[in-house]
């Protein structure tokens, strides 16, 4: 089964690599290199986990508006 949990401090790293397993070969085709986000980037009040049964398998960052919701990440 598939479920969230509000990210924590201890899940920054997972974070930062994941994004960088994702993201490298991506921008470097496009922009000719990749640069790893800092462990302090990620928002970790606006992120959900995403779990399948025990296991980290991504995540997703929600920033919240007044009048609007927008899937960051």
């Given amino acids: 089964m598939i479920h969230l949990v509000p990210a924590s401090k201890s899940d920054a790293t997972f974070l930062a690599d994941l994004e960088a397993e994702v993201m ?3 921008a ?3 922009w000719g ?3 790893p986000a800092e ?3 990620f928002d970790l009040a606006s992120t959900q ?3 399948m049964a025990d296991r ?3 995540y997703v960052t929600v920033e919240s508006n007044a009048d ?3 899937l960051s990440k």
Wanted: glycine share 4%.
């Fill in 24 to 26: 490298r070969d991506h």
């Fill in 28 to 30: 470097t085709a496009l």
């Fill in 33 to 35: 290199h990749f640069r």
């Fill in 39 to 41: 462990v302090s980037a």
């Fill in 49 to 51: 986990i995403v779990y």
């Fill in 56 to 58: 980290r398998i991504g």
């Fill in 68 to 70: 609007h919701m927008r």
